[in-house]
């Protein structure tokens, strides 16, 4: 009796507050952040808190649900799925959803992409491609032990997507072991000149075995842009210098950039490609690294030791692929297609009435991803991002400005109506700060 009591008092409180007794949330110090707002809904655009309030999910909660949560499309095939086969072991078997998966994204990946290998988020989908560019050498009797990698890029939070992140702020206590990286700088329409011979330098002294790049738009790095002639330069001294190249598509994928990859922009096409985050449309974890023909034949041979040993026990997990098969549909619709375009073109309009606004800077925009830098005096940074938050929020909008960077990412089924609201909210931001 008293037991029941006691359990019923406890669930008369808050998410909020239950949550702050056992749960430890990611990239969050809990001494200053205690409270997480519980979400107890979420459909199409719209987040539904425990407050009563709702959100527009102008960031497609970390760039996963381009399609809308809770689509009906997908979590109905998902649902059938479930009847038929849950889960079965990907070493020795096969299944439906990740044959047809593999067809689907074949259909949507550049030409030189053959293979495809299956793993369960971003870090470990650049883990393995990080693995397959290390073995490759290895199994080709090359002796190469260096990976190549932007200044600031973000990779992932395991120990060798950490290594090759130059974001490494909050890797202190992990730098001992890290895997053995060399940077350069991301290109910009001034400084490929300096790069190349920068470059050159570095391929002669050091045995590299593969570069790894967040192509075209740097997300953990606020949302930065670069130049794609300077990278398909750099790509193509690359491929010269037989290092393999690594195209980190995570967040770039699956349609934000106006095409389907942001590799699609450039001529030069990367060995490897890492995809995870709107793969499988918001709906379950996973992810596919993707390679070309030469890169798996090194790997194909004789001796059992030159494959490649690494496995996840969830790998291609038949929910998960149907997740992804059902997204990629989407994808290529027409009228998913015609979304894309909407809103890339009231991105475009948002821009030209906020462009000349004193705290606006660095805009910039590819596809549906639009960001700018607000432009406020350094003494003002302290609390900044904190309280751009808050402010966003309180307008019931799900905004997640990096620093002082303010971007949008929101899903494709955003409607007119929702977008104005988030256009608005950061209108007042840039009023009130
Ligand atoms: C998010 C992200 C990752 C890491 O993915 P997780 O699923 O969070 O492990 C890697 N690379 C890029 C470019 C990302 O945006």
Redesign the pocket.
């Known amino acids: 009796m008293q037991d029941s009591a006691q359990e019923n008092s406890v669930k008369s409180e808050s998410l909020s507050l239950r949550d702050q007794k056992h749960l430890w949330h990611p990239l969050t110090q809990h001494k200053l952040y205690p409270e997480m707002l519980a979400i107890v809904k979420a459909k199409g655009a719209v987040l539904y808190g425990e407050n009563g309030n709702e959100y527009v999910d102008g960031i497609s909660s970390?760039?996963t649900c381009m399609y809308g949560h809770c689509n009906a499309t997908i979590t109905s095939k998902v649902a059938a799925q479930m009847e038929v086969l849950d889960q079965v072991v990907f070493s020795g078997f096969t299944h439906r959803p990740a044959v047809e998966l593999s067809e689907a994204l074949m259909s949507i990946l550049p030409e030189n992409q053959q293979k495809l290998f299956f793993s369960d988020?971003?870090?470990?989908?650049?883990e393995i491609g990080i693995k397959m560019a290390l073995q490759y050498h290895h199994n080709l009797g090359n002796d190469r032990n260096v990976m190549l990698a932007f200044e600031e890029g973000?990779?992932?939070?395991t120990f060798g997507?950490m290594s090759v992140s130059g974001l490494s702020v909050y890797n202190g206590a992990f730098e001992d072991h890290f895997i053995k990286v060399v940077r350069i700088p991301v290109p910009t329409f001034s400084n490929l000149k300096e790069i190349r011979e920068k470059l050159k330098e570095l391929i002669s002294e050091y045995k590299i075995a593969g570069f790894i790049y967040?192509p075209l738009v740097q997300?953990?790095a606020a949302m930065k842009m670069h130049d794609a002639h300077g990278l398909n330069e750099i790509l193509k001294i690359c491929k010269e210098n037989e290092i393999l190249t690594i195209a980190?598509e995570?967040?770039?994928g699956f349609g934000k950039t106006g095409k389907y990859f942001a590799s699609d922009y450039l001529e030069t096409k990367p060995d490897i490609i890492?995809m995870?985050?709107a793969l499988t449309a918001g709906l379950l974890?996973m992810?596919v690294t993707s390679c070309s023909q030469r890169v798996y034949d090194a790997f194909y041979a004789d001796e059992i030791s030159k494959g490649l040993f690494h496995g996840h026990t969830y790998t291609a997990n038949p929910l998960s692929c149907t997740a992804a098969l059902a997204g990629i549909e989407l994808l290529k619709s027409d009228e998913m297609q015609e979304n894309i375009r909407r809103i890339s073109k009231s991105h475009a309009n948002f821009h030209k009435r906020i462009k000349t606004h004193p705290k606006v800077t660095n805009a910039r925009q590819l596809g549906v991803i639009y960001a700018f830098d607000l432009n406020v005096k350094m003494e003002r940074y302290g609390n900044l991002r904190n309280q751009l938050f808050s402010h966003f929020m309180e307008n019931g909008v799900f905004l997640r400005p990096l620093g002082s960077t303010i971007y949008i990412l929101a899903p494709y089924i955003t409607s007119n109506k929702e977008l104005q609201k988030i256009y608005q909210s950061i209108e007042s931001a840039l009023e009130k700060f």
Do not use: L
């Open positions: 970390w760039y988020n971003g870090s470990t989908a650049t973000f990779h992932g939070d997507a967040e997300g953990a980190d995570v967040m770039t890492c995870s985050k974890p992810a």
